[in-house]
T-cell receptor
Framework: KAGVTQTPRYLIKTRGQQVTLSCSPI?????VSWYQQTPGQGLQFLFE???????NKGNFPGRFSGRQFSNSRSEMNVSTLELGDSALYLC?????????????FGEGSRLTVL | AQSVSQHNHHVILSEAASLELGCNYS??????LFWYVQYPGQHLQLLLK??????LVKGIKGFEAEFIKSKFSFNLRKPSVQWSDTAEYFC??????????????FGKGTKLSVIP
């Protein structure tokens, strides 16, 4: 079956702009999580959505937001971009086993902020 | 909040050498533990996971990891590495964070370079 699909794969923005990233989970997966990956900080949890509800949120400012649609597809938005937002943004989907099951990651959206 | 420490930033080995990558976590409650691998140019994929039971877990491609609760450790091992094991390895911990939700906390990763 198809894996997790993220679009766009690469994008360049300037400071102050906003960006929307999209994620299509594996069919049947209802949980979608977002992570920010940078060389210095590694992978940091942004938020998790399940059945269109944000269940958990990491330690990021309010400029980072997300949503999930009824078909489990998810988007994340970053407003008022800063240079430090340059990163690889990873989406992961899961069957949402309550014990914390396997996350299936997409290839990521690489954002460069100039 | 939980945290994960991976001791080595970059490990260089020759083919056939044995591998052990360290991972320690800090969290007082019950945890689920994972090792993920990211091959060059590819997405993160699961190597192995521990939920409960036998603390020695076996994963794909000959990898195994041992959960030592008293040491808060979950070290990854492989008896004989191959050039194709060159990748970045991430240890991750999951602790329940409410109402069925969960998040993974990742270590900063260890880059493994295997020399033919």
């Amino acid at each position: 079956k198809a894996g997790v699909t993220q679009t766009p794969r690469y994008l360049i923005k300037t400071r102050g702009q906003q960006v929307t990233l999209s994620c299509s989970p594996i069919s049947g997966h209802r949980s979608v999580s977002w992570y920010q990956q940078t060389p210095g900080q590694g992978l940091q949890f942004l938020f998790e959505y399940f059945s269109e509800t944000q269940r958990n949120k990491g330690n990021f400012p309010g400029r980072f937001s997300g949503r999930q649609f009824s078909n489990s597809r998810s988007e994340m938005n970053v407003s008022t971009l800063e240079l430090g937002d340059s990163a690889l943004y990873l989406c992961a989907s899961s069957l949402a086993d309550r014990r914390g099951g396997e996350l299936f990651f997409g290839e990521g959206s690489r954002l460069t902020v100039l | 909040a939980q945290s994960v420490s991976q001791h080595n930033h970059h490990v260089i080995l020759s083919e056939a050498a044995s591998l052990e990558l360290g991972c320690n976590y800090s969290y007082g409650g019950t945890v689920n533990l994972f090792w993920y691998v990211q091959y060059p140019g590819q997405h993160l994929q699961l190597l192995l996971k521990y939920f409960s039971g036998d603390p020695l877990v076996k994963g794909i491609k000959g990898f195994e990891a041992e959960f030592i609760k008293s040491k808060f450790s979950f070290n990854l091992r492989k008896p004989s590495v191959q050039w194709s094991d060159t990748a970045e390895y991430f240890c991750a911990v999951n602790a329940a964070s409410g109402a069925g939700s969960y998040q993974l906390t990742f270590g900063k990763g260890t880059k493994l370079s295997v020399i033919p």
